[in-house]
């Protein structure tokens, strides 16, 4: 599957009225399509071995070119016209230690968000209910604390809450800070699909966002995930203040861990007034697509997730992003404490250019649930049957 046909083409009317096919200059432009790039385009498998100078020439890549050889990779690893539909839920809202300059749930930060208890397990998965009966094939459960040590009863009511998912045949993903060996192994028992823990940036840039979490922490907790047989979910957020140098050296990081992560979200920051970045801009779409894009190339398995702040994309931007390799989103009524899309307006979208959703358990090493799986007819009927005695005040 060559590239090579990308390269400019011109035709030159000699004095005779012959034609010249190939420019003269064709060998100075052979370097816009570089060399690793039709290798990866031409690769059967992932691989763990990149450098970052490969990486760097992938991302620099004119972007026509870039989003291009990603499509055909894309192509090659996964159905183009399904993306997975994902819903995120703060179980645990706000009150958090942690100094993320990002963050509206950090203590450190005057953003006016109250903290709130654990929501209990019935009402976790009364949502879990209504996001499965709108599309959604994962439920993703958010925590705001910076570890789950002294957290027992917090921990059970996690693996209630997963286990309570799993009977849905849903995939269910947790974030919930830095875990370690034995906390991951209680939660990959309890039939937990992902763990979500973002690296955020490069490591060169981290310590401009964050303070009170090392990088290495970070790191270790991914190892004890994938030690424990988890499916790692890791990615970044785009405009921060990094460079493109950044952005190459959070993939670098991600594609040379002992395996790829499962899944991968794209987060354009969301300026949150209160927060060191709240007077933020939202980083360029050509910076976010050339980083979806160089994503898709380098990391060819992975599900690669638009999240935060796909609701300040155009529908149209969101579609080149899909082209260029995403193939997830985060849909519903908020994203932790963020706007979202909603199912409504996702599902009309994917029918207008000719997507579908992802089933759950679809893609190869997900482990598909034992329990028989509740159809989405009686699901909605239970979520109607307890919105109705709700409203009765039963």
């Given amino acids: 599957m060559s590239l090579r046909h990308l390269l400019p083409r011109t035709s030159l009317r000699r004095a005779y009225g012959t034609v010249q096919s190939t420019p003269p200059n064709a060998a100075a432009l052979a370097h816009r399509v570089p060399a690793v790039l039709q290798a990866a385009t031409d690769a059967t498998s992932p691989r763990t071995n990149w450098t970052k100078d490969e990486i760097q020439q992938i991302y620099d890549t004119p972007l026509n070119q870039l989003t291009y050889a990603a499509s055909l990779i ?117 039939g937990l699909t992902a763990y979500n823990h973002n690296l955020d940036t490069s490591r060169e840039f981290y310590p401009s966002i964050i303070t009170t979490r090392s990088y290495d922490e970070r790191l270790r907790t991914l190892a004890n995930v994938r030690d424990a047989g988890i499916n790692v979910c890791s990615g970044g957020i785009l405009g921060l203040g990094e460079k493109d140098e950044d952005r190459v050296g959070l993939i670098y990081t991600v594609a040379n861990l002992p395996k790829h992560p499962e899944s991968f979200p794209v987060n354009a920051l969301v300026p949150i007034p209160g927060t060191p970045l709240g007077e933020r801009k939202m980083i360029a779409f050509d910076k976010l697509l050339r980083t979806v894009a160089t994503a ?80 989405v007819v009686d699901e909605v009927a239970k979520v109607e049957k307890e919105s109705a005695q709700v409203a009765a005040g039963l």
């Fill in 74 to 190: 894309h192509r090659k690893y996964h159905d183009p016209a399904a993306i997975q539909m994902c819903t995120l839920m703060n179980i645990k809202t706000g009150g958090c230690s942690e100094d993320c300059s990002y963050c509206a749930q950090s203590t450190r930060h005057n953003t006016g968000l109250k903290a709130t208890k654990m929501s209990p397990v019935d009402e976790v998965l009364r949502a879990a209910r209504t996001a499965k009966a709108n599309g959604s094939t994962r439920f993703c459960m958010g925590a705001a604390w910076r570890d789950m040590r002294g957290r027992k009863t917090s921990l059970k009511n996690v693996k209630a809450m997963v286990s309570g998912v799993r009977d849905l045949g849903m995939e269910v993903c947790v974030t919930l800070g830095m875990i370690d060996e034995s906390q991951a192994k209680e939660l990959k028992d309890a």
């Fill in 296 to 375: 898709r190339v380098v990391l060819p398995a992975t599900i690669v997730r638009l999240a935060a702040g796909r609701i300040s994309l155009s529908e149209e931007q969101q579609i080149a992003c899909f082209q260029a390799g995403a193939n997830a989103v985060f849909t519903g009524e908020k994203m932790l404490t963020t706007d979202c899309n909603g199912w409504d307006e996702d599902r009309e979208m994917f029918d207008r250019w000719g997507y579908y959703p992802m089933k759950s358990f679809e893609r190869e090493g997900l482990e598909a649930p034992a329990e028989k799986v509740v159809e």
